[in-house]
Nanobody, 126 residues
Framework: VQLQASGGGLVQAGGSLRLSCAAAGFTFSYYSMGWFRQAPGKEREFVAAVNRSGGRILYADPVKGRFTISRDNDKKTVYLQMNNLEPEDTAIYYC????????????????????WGQGTQVTVSS
């Protein structure tokens, strides 16, 4: 099993980044996908999640209206488009996979996710 996150970098406040997470080694379409982030000295926090088909999405309040999660099951990839970035968004961003029963709710607790990527650093300067 592999989740390979990419797309992080250094950007000025107000800028945009698009993160990608490519999956391998498991049946991608059976899993809901989530993005989490962890800033220095802070706990890992939920950012966004998308269900198996892409039809249901959940966002954390701090990123609503600025971030967009999406997935391409043919490419086995989940994306996080981040617009209007703020210094408070600075963190390592992780993608994660959860084996999801159809119609089950999307999960915000990182301990519920089974597979994790290695993380990609996002730094937003003021």
């Amino acid at each position: 099993v592999q989740l390979q996150a990419s797309g992080g970098g250094l950007v000025q406040a107000g800028g945009s980044l698009r993160l990608s997470c490519a999956a391998a080694g498991f049946t991608f379409s059976y899993y809901s996908m989530g993005w989490f982030r962890q800033a220095p000295g802070k706990e890992r926090e939920f950012v966004a999640a998308v269900n198996r088909s892409g039809g249901r999405i959940l966002y954390a309040d701090p990123v609503k209206g600025r971030f967009t999660i999406s997935r391409d099951n043919d490419k086995k990839t989940v994306y996080l488009q981040m617009n209007n970035l703020e210094p408070e968004d600075t963190a390592i961003y992780y993608c994660a996979a959860n084996r999801q029963i159809l119609s089950a709710p999307l999960l915000t607790d990182h301990s519920e996710y089974e597979y994790w990527g290695q993380g990609t650093q996002v730094t937003v300067s003021s």
